[in-house]
């Protein structure tokens, strides 16, 4: 059963800031989404009407750099919050569950945090690490590229900020919204810095209203003279900084290159090189001010000069930007990449295919020397839901157990997660995808260790990933085309005496195991287990093994 949108005129002129673009608003209209009913493949427990205080239970800031942490938490509202040994320079308003202010000295501070409604309370630790290193868990939240492409507009950001606190997605963690290309215009300003095209007409209160929800602002930008989709990036071939094709008039009105509609591609050795002047602290001061909190920098072959130029300038500013680099980062970098970066993507482009889903999954395991909590290898983001690369949306092409592969796979490597859909559209499979807050736990702890292969036979594969309290997560994937019996063994895993397996997706235990757990598998299919409580830390006293 499927159930199919059409595309009204007057949400298209809204979603595109009043005009159509890439197509005529008649082919749009005659085109419907079609969104398959994917219900009876939900796994995921609606949360409880009670109090759960859920998200990265650590926290990473700079000394002196503005503080902001939102309490993410499931319940019935109205609720209220609270904070026991929150450190002097921190304040909690106890209605948002929003904590600010600033703290000057390094160090770490062990808070409790509490969240209470009419049906109960919940109490939960966050460490706060006031330090070097920033983005402690892998960044969660929503990247505007795989739905909007070049023809992101302001109202379609708006839009998807909104959903993600409307259809409680921020109540389990996700919190950055990200601008990629298209955005941009020309330079100018008190900086001389890029300023936004026709598309987004108020930066300023765009992240404003965005930081109001309690949510992050993300921004694009590259060390070329020109973006991917040809718009201007943080270099140019000029010193006054106005790139060729915009001094010629050679741009369409959001000032993209070129003024005809042929395809930029012919030309892109005008835009995709990097020019002999830098505009990096133009750039940085204007984001600073707007209150960008992430940066996609985006080109190839990454290098490191530019690489250390952005990380520099970011990290002269009093606010923490996230710094993640793209894209394809070549692996002789890695000792540099994992030492001014926060995320770098290690791939291209990802798709809503099989073969792009998992050629790129199952490839990261030469990163996991490199990964850890401040420095994430980035698999690119997550094709689920309504995506396009255009105003022509179509529902992923993944299957349900392709997608819950896509999902626990991304947990277990702790990559950054992404969201690359249409939210304002969110259908209730995918919703349940992105809420199961077990799932996120795995993605989120606080160890921040990638997850390895401990098994791996033809097209079967299993990855373990330890986990703070002792325990350890368990992805079984079958990469094949038909159904199949795997299993492993305590012993594989390193584990001794009883140990509960639990089903992370379901949210359940399934069975006490002092041997081995058997279990069948789909085709592209997952089971996610969660193997606990670990082996005991207490000190034996008599006994051999």
């Known amino acids: ?131 070097d290193r920033i983005a ?10 795989n739905c909007w492409a070049r023809d992101v507009t302001q109202e379609q950001v708006l839009s998807s900020a909104r959903a993600l606190v409307e259809k409680g997605l921020a109540d389990h963690g996700w919190s950055y919204i990200n601008i990629d290309d298209g955005w941009q215009g020309k330079r100018g300003g008190k900086y001389n810095a890029i300023q936004p095209n026709a598309k987004f007409p108020d930066m300023a209160g765009l992240s404003k209203q965005i930081h109001d929800m309690g949510l992050r602002l993300g921004i694009y930008s590259t060390p070329w003279v020109g973006t991917y989709a040809a718009h201007i990036g943080s270099y140019s071939d000029n010193p006054d900084g106005e790139n060729s094709w915009i001094k010629e008039g050679n741009h369409d009105e959001n000032y993209r290159f070129p003024k005809e509609k042929k395809h930029y591609w012919r030309d892109r050795e005008q835009v ?84 792009s889903v998992s050629s790129i999954g199952f ?51 702790a990559a950054p997660l992404l969201i690359g859909c249409d939210l304002a559209r969110l259908d209730d499979f995918t919703l349940s995808l992105l809420s199961n807050d077990e799932v996120i736990e795995v993605n989120q702890d606080p160890l921040g260790l990638q997850a390895v292969p401990v098994w791996n036979e033809g097209d079967r594969v299993i990855y373990a990933k330890h986990l703070e309290d002792g325990s350890i997560a368990v992805g079984m994937f079958n990469r094949g085309w038909q159904p199949v019996k795997m299993h492993f063994t305590l012993r594989m895993l390193g584990l001794r005496g009883t140990q509960t397996v639990r089903d992370l997706w379901r949210q359940k235990d399934l069975k006490e195991c002092t041997d081995k757990f058997e279990t069948e598998v789909a085709p592209h299919g997952v089971v996610l287990l969660k193997v606990y409580p670990g082996n005991s830390r207490e000190k034996k006293t008599s006994g051999r093994g």
């Open 1 to 131: 059963m499927k159930k199919t949108i059409l595309l009204s005129l007057a949400l298209l002129a809204a979603l595109s800031g009043g005009e159509v673009l890439g197509q005529t608003a008649q082919a749009i209209q005659a085109s419907p989404v079609e969104i398959p009913d994917l219900s009876a493949y939900i796994l995921t427990p609606k949360p409880a009407d009670t109090p759960r205080i859920n998200g990265a239970r650590v926290f990473g800031v700079r000394p002196g750099s503005e503080f902001f942490y939102a309490i993410a938490a499931t319940g019935v509202r109205p609720m209220t919050f609270s904070a026991e040994g929150l450190p002097k320079g921190l304040k909690l308003d106890p209605r948002t569950g929003r904590i600010t202010g600033r703290l000057a000295a390094k160090g770490e501070y062990e808070v409790l945090l509490t969240a209470s409604n009419a049906l109960g309370s919940y109490s939960r630790e966050l460490r706060i690490v006031v330090g």
């Open 363 to 413: 490839s990261q395991d030469r990163w996991v020397a490199f990964n850890s909590p401040g420095h994430w290898a980035d698999p690119d983001m997550l094709v689920v839901g309504l995506v396009g690369w255009g105003p022509k949306l179509h529902y992923t092409r993944l299957t349900a157990d392709e997608q819950y592969t896509h999902i626990s796979l991304w947990s277990l490597l």
């Open 272 to 355: 995709w090189h990097q020019g002999p002047y830098s505009f990096v602290e133009a750039d940085v001061k204007q984001w600073n001010d707007w209150g960008v909190d992430y940066l996609k920098y985006d080109w190839h072959p990454l290098d490191y000069f530019h690489i250390k130029e952005m990380h520099d300038a970011l990290r002269g500013l009093d606010r923490d930007i996230v710094y993640s680099l793209s894209n394809s980062a070549p692996f002789g970098e890695a000792p540099q990449l994992a030492r001014y970066a926060d995320c770098w993507r290690t791939t291209g482009d990802i798709r809503d295919t099989w073969q």
């Open 136 to 145: 402690l868990t892998p960044p969660m939240g929503w990247n505007s590229w």
